[in-house]
C-alpha cells in the first residue's frame, strides 16, 4: 500500500497570502498622513473673513467673502490663485502688482502706503495674544519732524507660526508688511489713540490642524484665466 505525503514543494498557505500582502503594499504603498500645522480665522476691514491653512509645507488662504483662494505650496512656493465659482486659476505675480497707480495693489497696501515714504517698520515689543508668543511691529517716521497727522500702525505676528520665505516675501511687496518679517500676522491695526484702534486684520481663532498635501493645490480641471482680476472678481 502507497503512502500519500504533503508535497512540501507547493508553497504553504500563509506564504501566498504573505506575497499577496506584500504585493498590495507595493501597489498601493503607505497611507499618506495629514501634515501638522495650523488654521487661522481672521476678519477685518480690508478683506472680510478669511480662513489659514499652515503647515510647513504649504499655505492657503481662503478669502470667504471675496470668494477667491491663494495657494502655495513647497518646493517651489509659487503663488497662485483660484476661484471655485468660476473654476479659474492663475499664477500669482507678486512683482506686477507692487505699483501703487497700476490699480492692481492690494487694499492693505493702499492704507499703509499713505506713510510709505516717510516711515519704516521697526519691532516694538513682545505680548501674548490668544496663548502665542507675539513680535509687535510699529511703523515710525523717517523724518522725526513729519506732520502730527502720520498713521501709526501696529502688526502682531505668531513667533510659533513662521512663513516660507516666498509667503513672507509676497506679504511685504502686496500688502506693505515689513520686509524682514518672517512669521505670520495676526493683528493690524491704525493707532489712532492709546483706546482706539482700527482693525485691518483682525484674528478670530488659532487652532492647530492637520492638512493633506492637496490642499495647497489648485484644484485639476481648473482653467487658466486671462490675468488674477479675472480670478477675484
Not at 2 to 22: C, F, M, R, W
Not at 109 to 125: F, I, P, Q
Not at 139 to 163: H, R, Y
Not at 180 to 203: D, G, H, Q
Amino acid at each position: 500500500m502507497s503512502k500519500k505525503y504533503l508535497d512540501t514543494t507547493a508553497p504553504a498557505i500563509g506564504e501566498i497570502l504573505v506575497s499577496l500582502l506584500l504585493l498590495f503594499y507595493l501597489c498601493t504603498g503607505p497611507a499618506r498622513a495629514d501634515d501638522p500645522g495650523w488654521s487661522i480665522t481672521q476678519s477685518g476691514q480690508i478683506y472680510g473673513r478669511s480662513q489659514f491653512a499652515i503647515t510647513a509645507k504649504g499655505f492657503r488662504t481662503d478669502c470667504l467673502d471675496a470668494g477667491y483662494t491663494l495657494v502655495s505650496a513647497a518646493p517651489s512656493w509659487k503663488i497662485f490663485l483660484f476661484n471655485e465659482k468660476s473654476k479659474s486659476y492663475f499664477p500669482f505675480n507678486a512683482e506686477a502688482t507692487t505699483n501703487v497707480s497700476s490699480g492692481r495693489t492690494s487694499l492693505l497696501r493702499t492704507a499703509l502706503m499713505r506713510n510709505a515714504d516717510e516711515c519704516y517698520w521697526r519691532k516694538a515689543y513682545k505680548t501674548k495674544f490668544k496663548g502665542h508668543d507675539i513680535t509687535v511691529w510699529r511703523t515710525a517716521p523717517k523724518n522725526p519732524k513729519v506732520s502730527k497727522n502720520f498713521k501709526v500702525m501696529e502688526l502682531w505676528t505668531a513667533d510659533e507660526i513662521p512663513l516660507a520665505r516666498e509667503i513672507a516675501a509676497f506679504d511685504h511687496k502686496v500688502n506693505g508688511l515689513p520686509k524682514e518679517m518672517a512669521n505670520l500676522p495676526l493683528r493690524c491695526f491704525a493707532v489712532a489713540s492709546k483706546r482706539a484702534r482700527s482693525a485691518f486684520i483682525e484674528t478670530t481663532s488659532i487652532e492647530p490642524g492637520a492638512f493633506p498635501v492637496t490642499k495647497f493645490r489648485v484644484p485639476q480641471g481648473y482653467k487658466l484665466a486671462r490675468n488674477e482680476i479675472d480670478v477675484v472678481m
